[in-house]
């Protein structure tokens, strides 16, 4: 964050929010998701599991782990 010069965000209601029935939803589907932490670039796979802090994303061959206080935005693409 420091090296972006980018400030924690200290109010609860600013932070981006992904709601767990939608994480259920695309991680039991499978579904292609893209995910923008606040660094600013996009990962594009599947959820394999998630937590009440983190996201364990599957990139390719690779498990990708996402902070989720550290989400700017996500989106689920069309089947």
Do not use: C
Not at 30 to 56: M, T
């Amino acid at each position: 964050m420091k090296a972006q010069n980018l400030q924690p965000i200290d109010n609860q209601g600013d932070r981006f929010h992904v709601d767990d029935e939608l994480l259920n939803q695309t991680k039991e589907n499978k579904s292609n998701v893209n995910i923008v932490p606040r660094a600013g670039y996009v990962l594009n796979g599947w959820i394999q599991h998630f937590d009440e802090y983190v996201l364990y994303m599957r990139v390719g061959e690779k498990v990708v782990v996402v902070y989720r206080h550290s989400l700017f935005g996500f989106t689920v693409e069309e089947q």
